[in-house]
């Protein structure tokens, strides 16, 4: 009988001290309760929604898609900025690459990350003082408007998601969220900068946002809306009377006016990057544009992502470096700036029609060096690309066709017919295939490459295809050791002030178009207008009347904001994206060196590789993933798809 | 022992046989659904390109009343057919380079639904008469030239008197290519002559006879091109309207 108690005994002994705790969170995982109860806490959870933020950076191409390495497809060659080896079409950010996630679904995932946040920091709030909470919980707004700015400008109007959806708690037909009106995201966003722009503060860490930065983000989605309410024409309206694509004709003074007062909101507080810059001193203002990329302390930086070899890395000096001075991963030349853009700059020679002037009286100009064609080009343009012969990291580009061995008594004719697209006659033209050249002795008795170093090869892509190279943010002083794929870590500059100020130029000619005068519009865009072209180096406009067109703001903008992934968006809100890209054709610039002259010559052409960019029109609203809407089939695909 | 070795096998043997009868249960897909779009007034079809002009909407009703939409594209003559089908009751429509067959207004209310409720079964022909946006046509035929272009005549008009449907004229094309199918998504480039309008200046060239030479010098002889006019307006997703292919022999 003890036997049996002393048993009960035991067993009793064994209940009561063991399961304790048996609901003990596991040690291994971050829990809330690390997280939100310290700075440190917030910061990293901050730091990995800023790392996921959508935007267009360094590591974005529409072939791959949002934050991958490989950049070899670039984003400028489809918009007409560039061309490419591997980019020849126009086309629209691909739906998946590799089965990586869609950006549909990269930026849900990010704004539950937001949402969640938001709900569950004032849980916390005993920890941090009250300005810490309203500053973390403004950030939080916008990190979640910057991503329904990224849905927005794809899809037009997408499901809104202003808090964390439970599972199972809410039923599986209560989560499948129809979108809602483009216009009603859009006011989502503006709502969220408006509150980011009250709670947040004056500064913030590198890369955060602070109040500026959300004011600037608005001038630049209000100016989105605007220009969808005034350019778009494809309507798709749902059951309930939500215009999923499309915003009324009658919303556009009210997103322009919000653009332009948003843009106001950063007078006085940020400035054009003029450290090195001298009135008059070309050379100074070329250097002052090359380096307002790479200075940590620009004024004129708003919002930037920040990168940091070897833990945080890209590739773009890799891929885009000229050929000359490729790197050991073989790749270069990527991003060759098309004719087209380098003839909207000032200080070239050029026809009446606006191209570039290469003949005279049907025979080619002739010149001592590639260099002295551009001999007074704008500052700006010789920061932005590289030109043929332009000095980079010390060396002379040399960009060179081949040489023209033909006479020139009386002067050289045109090689092929205007608006020709077939290659070069043979018999009066030496040319390398590769970079492995076989050097031409000219009459003079000395020998001379048939290509530049630094290309066009007949049979060897990896050139300047263009006639140009890229120059915009590739780091000035890298070594060649250096120039490696995952070896990058210069700064994107996201938003900066020059853009601000375009988004304000833009809205207020926008608003005196409308007929709105209640400022003087004009005279405001003008004089920031002329900001811009005086710290470029460029003519300034005489007078508000010189604004006589809608193109002269556009052009502008497209100068200045080249090969900063802005263009594509601006065709697209401009709607002008299919008339510019009807079967387009982009322009090259081939220097030719004439052996009998001992000078160059140049040949303004059509795209030898007869590249065909087409613009559909479906892509104005991109398709939205199949998959999601087995998921959620409350979502109506877009137009066309 | 052995006695049970048999009996497992023979057991086997017959779950393995009577077991995989039928490989699959339901037969495949064999219905027919066919048909063309025409023009209302002229009652011939709509021309268009293939693959990214006209398609047939199916929405399948039979089971679920929000059904994911199955396209069909039409031929660039604007007869459709597929024969690989479901059998099933479907509501059918089409999307093209015409005035929708189905509007909704800005409340959501469809205001016009020509869409078609069909049993789809056997072999089903489905037409739809529908206004074009624009009505190409040719005025004789493209002429080929001593100087080795070709040179097309042709007019275009309003396919519809809706003034919700009479946007601004975008462009009209020349579209040359040596073979049969030739339109936008399928030309060549080096020969293929473009008028491009802005804004509203285009709408004055409606009803005139306008004149469109292939450009790019004279093309290379001894083939045969194929010829077609493309017109469209700013509406909707600009599609465009075609007059019919013409081959010109080039010696």
Redesign the interface.
């Given at each position: 009988m003890k036997k049996y108690t002393y048993i009960i005994f035991a067993v009793l002994l064994c209940w009561v001290s063991a399961c304790k705790k048996l609901n003990t969170p596991p040690p291994s995982i971050v829990n809330d309760d690390d997280i939100f109860t310290n700075s440190a806490g917030i910061q990293a959870y901050m730091a990995r929604m800023y790392a996921e933020l959508p935007i267009e950076d360094f590591r974005y191409s529409p072939a791959r898609g949002l934050n991958f390495f490989w950049i070899i497809s670039p984003f400028s060659a489809i918009t007409g900025e560039a061309l490419s080896k591997d980019q020849n079409n126009a086309m629209q950010e691909n739906l998946t690459f590799d089965s990586r996630p869609t950006t549909w679904s990269l930026c849900y995932t990010l704004i539950r990350d937001a949402n969640y946040f938001a709900e569950t920091l004032p849980k916390y709030a005993s920890n941090f003082t009250p300005a810490q909470i309203s500053a973390w919980l403004g950030e939080a707004r916008f990190l979640r408007a910057a991503t329904y700015f990224a849905l927005v400008k794809r899809y037009g109007g997408v499901p809104i998601v202003d808090k964390v959806l439970q599972y199972p708690q809410q039923s599986i037909d209560e989560l499948k969220i129809p979108r809602s009106s483009e216009e009603k995201v859009y006011d989502f966003i503006s709502a969220d900068l408006d509150y980011a722009y009250t709670n947040l503060g004056e500064s913030n860490q590198v890369g955060r946002a602070n109040k500026y930065v959300a004011a600037g983000f608005k001038s630049r989605a209000m100016l989105y809306a605007g220009s969808i309410a005034k350019y778009n024409?494809?309507?798709l309206?749902?059951?309930?009377?939500?215009?999923l694509c499309g915003i009324p004709a009658a919303k556009a003074v009210t997103y322009f006016k919000a653009a332009y007062d948003a843009a106001v909101l950063l007078d006085g507080k940020f400035s054009l990057y003029k450290k090195t810059w001298a009135a008059g001193d070309k050379q100074a203002q070329y250097l002052n544009y090359v380096n307002l990329f790479f200075d940590d302390s620009s004024p004129e930086n708003v919002f930037v992502r920040q990168y940091h070899y070897p833990e945080s890395v890209h590739g773009y000096d890799a891929y885009n470096v000229p050929r000359q001075l490729m790197g050991a991963n073989g790749y270069s030349s990527e991003v060759n700036p098309t004719l087209d853009f380098v003839e909207m700059f000032d200080g070239i020679p050029k026809n009446a029609d606006g191209t570039i002037k290469t003949q005279t009286g049907g025979k080619y100009d002739l010149y001592t060096n590639t260099m002295d064609l551009f001999a007074n080009a704008e500052p700006r343009l010789r920061a932005t690309v590289i030109l043929p012969g332009d000095v980079f990291k010390s060396v002379s580009i040399e960009i060179r066709r081949g040489i023209y061995t033909g006479s020139s008594a009386g002067g050289i004719s045109p090689l092929l017919?205007a608006?020709?697209?077939a290659h070069y006659p043979t018999d009066n033209i030496v040319q390398s295939a590769n970079a492995s050249q076989t050097p031409y002795k000219l009459p003079n008795g000395t020998t001379m490459n048939p290509a530049g170093l630094g290309g066009y090869f007949t049979g060897d892509g990896t050139c300047a295809v263009s006639g140009f190279s890229i120059r915009k943010n590739l780091v000035p002083d890298k070594p060649t050791s250096e120039v490696l794929e995952n070896r990058s870590d210069q700064t994107w500059i996201e938003l900066r002030y020059a853009e601000v100020l375009l988004n304000r130029a833009e809205a207020a000619y926008e608003l005196n178009a409308a007929g709105q005068n209640d400022k003087s519009y004009m005279q405001d865009a003008f004089t920031v207008i002329n900001q811009i072209r005086d710290r470029a180096g460029a003519t300034l406009l005489t007078s508000p009347a010189d604004l006589s067109n809608v193109n002269v703001v556009r052009t502008e903008r497209k100068k200045e904001l080249g090969f900063e992934n802005k263009t594509w968006w601006d065709m697209r809100r401009w709607r002008t994206a299919?008339?510019e890209q009807?079967?387009a054709?982009y322009r090259t610039l081939m220097p030719f060196y004439s052996a009998n002259d001992n000078k160059y010559f140049f040949d303004a052409r059509l795209d030898e590789r007869?590249s065909?960019y087409?613009f559909?029109?479906?892509w104005y609203y991109e398709q939205i993933p199949q998959g999601e809407?087995?998921k959620s089939?409350?979502l109506i695909?877009n137009?066309?798809y | 022992m052995k006695k049970i070795i048999y009996y497992i096998a023979v057991g086997m043997i017959g779950a393995f046989g009577s077991s995989c009868k039928k490989v699959d249960n339901y037969a495949a897909p064999d219905v027919t659904l066919k048909g063309a779009v025409v023009d209302a007034s002229t009652g011939q079809g709509i021309q268009t390109e293939q693959g990214s002009g006209t398609r047939i909407k199916l929405l399948e009703i039979s089971w679920n009343s929000n059904p994911t939409p199955f396209y069909i594209s039409s031929f660039q003559d604007g007869t459709y057919n597929n024969t690989k089908l479901f059998a099933g009751k479907n509501v059918i429509s089409a999307e093209g380079p015409f005035v929708p067959l189905v509007q909704v207004d800005n409340t959501g209310k469809t205001i016009v639904d020509k869409s078609q409720t069909v049993d789809v079964k056997d072999v089903t022909t489905v037409n739809f008469s529908v206004e074009p946006l624009l009505r190409v046509e040719w005025i004789g035929t493209p002429v080929y030239n001593t100087d080795g272009t070709i040179t097309a005549t042709f007019k275009f008009t309003r396919g519809t008197s809706d003034p919700n449907f009479q946007q601004d004229i975008s462009d009209i094309y020349l579209f040359v290519n040596s073979n049969k199918y030739v339109g936008n998504n399928n030309y060549d480039n080096r020969y293929s002559t473009q008028i491009s309008y802005n804004g509203s200046d285009g709408n004055a060239a409606v009803g005139t006879t306008i004149t469109l030479i292939t450009k790019g010098g004279p093309l290379p002889g001894k083939r045969d091109y194929f010829l077609r006019i493309g017109a469209r307006t700013s509406y909707g997703l600009k599609y465009y309207n075609y007059t019919d292919v013409k081959t010109v022999a080039v010696p």
């Amino acid at each position: 009988m003890k036997k049996y108690t002393y048993i009960i005994f035991a067993v009793l002994l064994c209940w009561v001290s063991a399961c304790k705790k048996l609901n003990t969170p596991p040690p291994s995982i971050v829990n809330d309760d690390d997280i939100f109860t310290n700075s440190a806490g917030i910061q990293a959870y901050m730091a990995r929604m800023y790392a996921e933020l959508p935007i267009e950076d360094f590591r974005y191409s529409p072939a791959r898609g949002l934050n991958f390495f490989w950049i070899i497809s670039p984003f400028s060659a489809i918009t007409g900025e560039a061309l490419s080896k591997d980019q020849n079409n126009a086309m629209q950010e691909n739906l998946t690459f590799d089965s990586r996630p869609t950006t549909w679904s990269l930026c849900y995932t990010l704004i539950r990350d937001a949402n969640y946040f938001a709900e569950t920091l004032p849980k916390y709030a005993s920890n941090f003082t009250p300005a810490q909470i309203s500053a973390w919980l403004g950030e939080a707004r916008f990190l979640r408007a910057a991503t329904y700015f990224a849905l927005v400008k794809r899809y037009g109007g997408v499901p809104i998601v202003d808090k964390v959806l439970q599972y199972p708690q809410q039923s599986i037909d209560e989560l499948k969220i129809p979108r809602s009106s483009e216009e009603k995201v859009y006011d989502f966003i503006s709502a969220d900068l408006d509150y980011a722009y009250t709670n947040l503060g004056e500064s913030n860490q590198v890369g955060r946002a602070n109040k500026y930065v959300a004011a600037g983000f608005k001038s630049r989605a209000m100016l989105y809306a605007g220009s969808i309410a005034k350019y778009n024409s494809i309507n798709l309206t749902d059951g309930s009377g939500n215009r999923l694509c499309g915003i009324p004709a009658a919303k556009a003074v009210t997103y322009f006016k919000a653009a332009y007062d948003a843009a106001v909101l950063l007078d006085g507080k940020f400035s054009l990057y003029k450290k090195t810059w001298a009135a008059g001193d070309k050379q100074a203002q070329y250097l002052n544009y090359v380096n307002l990329f790479f200075d940590d302390s620009s004024p004129e930086n708003v919002f930037v992502r920040q990168y940091h070899y070897p833990e945080s890395v890209h590739g773009y000096d890799a891929y885009n470096v000229p050929r000359q001075l490729m790197g050991a991963n073989g790749y270069s030349s990527e991003v060759n700036p098309t004719l087209d853009f380098v003839e909207m700059f000032d200080g070239i020679p050029k026809n009446a029609d606006g191209t570039i002037k290469t003949q005279t009286g049907g025979k080619y100009d002739l010149y001592t060096n590639t260099m002295d064609l551009f001999a007074n080009a704008e500052p700006r343009l010789r920061a932005t690309v590289i030109l043929p012969g332009d000095v980079f990291k010390s060396v002379s580009i040399e960009i060179r066709r081949g040489i023209y061995t033909g006479s020139s008594a009386g002067g050289i004719s045109p090689l092929l017919p205007a608006g020709s697209t077939a290659h070069y006659p043979t018999d009066n033209i030496v040319q390398s295939a590769n970079a492995s050249q076989t050097p031409y002795k000219l009459p003079n008795g000395t020998t001379m490459n048939p290509a530049g170093l630094g290309g066009y090869f007949t049979g060897d892509g990896t050139c300047a295809v263009s006639g140009f190279s890229i120059r915009k943010n590739l780091v000035p002083d890298k070594p060649t050791s250096e120039v490696l794929e995952n070896r990058s870590d210069q700064t994107w500059i996201e938003l900066r002030y020059a853009e601000v100020l375009l988004n304000r130029a833009e809205a207020a000619y926008e608003l005196n178009a409308a007929g709105q005068n209640d400022k003087s519009y004009m005279q405001d865009a003008f004089t920031v207008i002329n900001q811009i072209r005086d710290r470029a180096g460029a003519t300034l406009l005489t007078s508000p009347a010189d604004l006589s067109n809608v193109n002269v703001v556009r052009t502008e903008r497209k100068k200045e904001l080249g090969f900063e992934n802005k263009t594509w968006w601006d065709m697209r809100r401009w709607r002008t994206a299919d008339k510019e890209q009807n079967g387009a054709i982009y322009r090259t610039l081939m220097p030719f060196y004439s052996a009998n002259d001992n000078k160059y010559f140049f040949d303004a052409r059509l795209d030898e590789r007869n590249s065909r960019y087409t613009f559909d029109v479906r892509w104005y609203y991109e398709q939205i993933p199949q998959g999601e809407i087995q998921k959620s089939q409350n979502l109506i695909q877009n137009p066309g798809y | 022992m052995k006695k049970i070795i048999y009996y497992i096998a023979v057991g086997m043997i017959g779950a393995f046989g009577s077991s995989c009868k039928k490989v699959d249960n339901y037969a495949a897909p064999d219905v027919t659904l066919k048909g063309a779009v025409v023009d209302a007034s002229t009652g011939q079809g709509i021309q268009t390109e293939q693959g990214s002009g006209t398609r047939i909407k199916l929405l399948e009703i039979s089971w679920n009343s929000n059904p994911t939409p199955f396209y069909i594209s039409s031929f660039q003559d604007g007869t459709y057919n597929n024969t690989k089908l479901f059998a099933g009751k479907n509501v059918i429509s089409a999307e093209g380079p015409f005035v929708p067959l189905v509007q909704v207004d800005n409340t959501g209310k469809t205001i016009v639904d020509k869409s078609q409720t069909v049993d789809v079964k056997d072999v089903t022909t489905v037409n739809f008469s529908v206004e074009p946006l624009l009505r190409v046509e040719w005025i004789g035929t493209p002429v080929y030239n001593t100087d080795g272009t070709i040179t097309a005549t042709f007019k275009f008009t309003r396919g519809t008197s809706d003034p919700n449907f009479q946007q601004d004229i975008s462009d009209i094309y020349l579209f040359v290519n040596s073979n049969k199918y030739v339109g936008n998504n399928n030309y060549d480039n080096r020969y293929s002559t473009q008028i491009s309008y802005n804004g509203s200046d285009g709408n004055a060239a409606v009803g005139t006879t306008i004149t469109l030479i292939t450009k790019g010098g004279p093309l290379p002889g001894k083939r045969d091109y194929f010829l077609r006019i493309g017109a469209r307006t700013s509406y909707g997703l600009k599609y465009y309207n075609y007059t019919d292919v013409k081959t010109v022999a080039v010696p």
